[in-house]
């Protein structure tokens, strides 16, 4: 018998997840099948216990139930309590176990697939909802020299520079706020990507930018990535690296065996 997993959300029919896992599987030789389940916005929990009741093994968790599944999980990981979300889920023994994997996702995918250091640097990260609170303490324990976040609505941008001040330097403000300074590493954890949108942000912000990174990921670069290339940043990147990272992570909480995941990347890249 096959091991259950799948990627649980709404909607789904979009997810990249089980191709993802079924290269994993095969690359590693583990016996397992996963799947993609649409649940009712208002059936996150009902999905979830109908998984569990079939022998389920492991979920992971999109949008918008990150928050649901952190309050379902019996147990959760320090970052997946940082971040008050979950996108993995893995049952033991009564036990539903949840983490948040995709701060370091962003982490393995910056560092070692595009090669840019974090420790040492200025960080610029735009947006301050659940895609920006997921990454801000992996980034944080990468010592970075400190860490601006910045949102549209600056009150929850204030909201995490409380929360999160005692890890490192954090400052936080509007797009306008960090208009004269400069930043090393430029994240887009806006949603303004997937409408084609660009956050209000100065163009001078990218004079010395090694890096624009934007979480989102599509057939060509965002706007936001075109703007940053544009206005000075030396290199650009969405967040297709970040996605395979993030299940490479979720995969090895699952099977205790870590996938590779430059041929898959470079799969998705070609097929995007």
Request: aromatic share 8%; proline share 4%.
């Amino acid at each position: 018998m096959s091991d259950l997993y799948a990627v649980v959300g709404n909607p789904v029919s979009h997810s990249k997840s089980p191709l993802i896992h079924t290269i994993f599987a095969q690359q590693t030789h583990q016996v397992m099948q996963y799947t993609a389940i649409l649940a009712p916005l208002n059936g996150f929990k009902s999905a979830v216990e109908n998984f569990h009741n079939q022998g389920g093994k492991g979920l992971n968790v999109t949008v918008p139930f990150k928050m649901e599944a952190f309050q379902l999980a019996t147990r959760v990981t320090e970052r997946a309590a940082s971040a008050q979300a979950v996108n993995t889920l893995k049952f033991n023994n009564g036990e539903i176990l949840g983490d948040n994997t995709d701060g370091i996702g962003l982490l393995r995918d910056i560092e070692l697939n595009l090669g840019v250091t974090i420790t040492g640097k200025r960080i610029l990260l735009m947006g301050a909802g659940g895609a920006a609170q997921g990454v801000i303490l992996p980034l944080l324990q990468q010592k970075p020299a400190m860490l601006a976040i910045a949102n549209r609505t600056p009150q929850k941008a204030y909201a995490l520079q409380q929360q999160f001040s005692t890890f490192g330097k954090v400052v936080a403000g509007d797009f306008t706020s960090f208009a004269n300074q400069r930043f090393d590493i430029i994240i887009n954890a806006t949603s303004a990507s997937l409408s084609g949108a660009l956050p209000e942000i100065p163009a001078d912000i990218f004079a010395q930018t090694e890096l624009a990174y934007d979480m989102m990921y599509g057939h060509e670069p965002s706007r936001f990535l075109k703007f940053a290339q544009q206005h000075g940043a030396r290199h650009i990147a969405d967040g297709i690296g970040m996605l395979v990272e993030q299940a490479a992570e979720s995969f090895l909480l699952w099977r205790g065996i870590r996938p590779q995941t430059i041929p898959v990347i470079a799969l998705l890249k070609a097929s995007n």
